[in-house]
């Protein structure tokens, strides 16, 4: 694996570790009439972002290399904030979007890279993952108005 492939890769398994913290945070505090819709949809999300870490480290395994493992790591690492209010459920869905908007952008870097270098497989699986991101945009971003 390319030494930029990893360190993109790792970078966005960082990412989606805080991500998934957060909407562990989003789904224990979010409050209000949308409370119920809102628990349900930051828990669907935060199950699939740990099955999507899960694969990006085992694809960084697959090549040869090690993924990131620790929360130290992750934090060291990141480009977004960890959740660090109980703010209103408008607030939650403006940073999940705002972080899904984040992780979207180094996936597509992450694919440039990878199909520069011809690994097929990477830009495979990181193209899935950005389709993905891509339609929780959209509703996320319908639920704002």
């Known amino acids: ?11 966005i398994l960082a990412d989606l570790q805080v991500f998934y913290m957060k909407l562990h945070h989003f789904h224990w505090f979010v409050k209000g009439p949308h409370f119920f819709t809102l628990h349900e949809k930051f828990e669907e999300l935060y199950e699939e972002v740990t099955g999507h870490s899960d694969e990006i480290a085992e694809r960084i395994l697959q090549k040869g290399e090690e993924p990131i493992s620790t929360l130290k790591e992750c934090l060291e690492l990141t480009s977004i904030q960890e959740a660090s209010s109980k703010g209103t459920d408008r607030e939650m869905v403006q940073e999940v979007v705002n972080d899904l908007e984040t992780i979207n952008g180094k996936l597509l870097e992450a694919i440039d890279v990878a199909s520069d270098n011809g690994d097929e497989g990477t830009v495979d699986l990181l193209l899935g993952i950005s389709t993905s991101f891509e339609k929780h945009l959209w509703m996320y971003k319908a639920f704002l108005g």
Do not use: E, V
């Not at 390319?2 to 360190?7: C, I, N, S």
């Open 1 to 11: 694996m390319d030494h930029q492939l990893k360190a993109n890769m790792n970078s």
